[in-house]
């Protein structure tokens, strides 16, 4: 059973910063495009960031460009998700996506991590 396992969250104050983490045991990271995605209540998943295998390429939603700043560490096997400027308006579910570019069927998804952004 795959497990692609998200860390990080918690509760801070608006202005503040948290890093998300996100890692497996099953299987390279580096081998697949990861995105960081969010839910919050009464809204629809939606992407935040992602990062590609080939180039390290990222891309990020408008709401959180020039505040998040998504990375990997290949020899920790982990994608981290660097959240600054935190607002209200980004308490979600943070969850991380695991897509394999060449074999669409290797696609996971990790159970999420709350983030409450609030004074």
């Known amino acids: 059973q795959v497990d692609l396992v998200e860390s990080g969250g918690g509760l801070v104050q608006p202005g503040g910063s948290l890093k998300l983490s996100c890692t497996t045991s099953?299987?390279?990271?580096?081998?697949?495009?990861i995105g960081w995605f969010r839910q919050a209540p009464g809204k629809e998943r939606e992407s935040v960031s992602c990062?590609?295998?080939?180039?390290?390429?990222?891309d990020y939603a408008d709401s959180v460009k020039g505040r998040f700043t998504i990375s990997r560490d290949n020899a920790k096997n982990t994608v981290f998700l660097q959240m600054n400027s935190l607002k209200p308006e980004d308490t979600a579910v943070y969850y991380c996506?695991?897509?394999?570019?060449?074999?669409?069927?290797?696609?996971?998804w990790g159970q999420g991590t709350q983030v409450t952004v609030s004074s």
């Open positions: 099953s299987f390279g990271l580096d081998y697949y495009t």
């Open positions: 996506n695991a897509r394999n570019p060449f074999y669409p069927n290797y696609n996971y």
């Open positions: 990062i590609s295998t080939s180039d390290g390429s990222d």
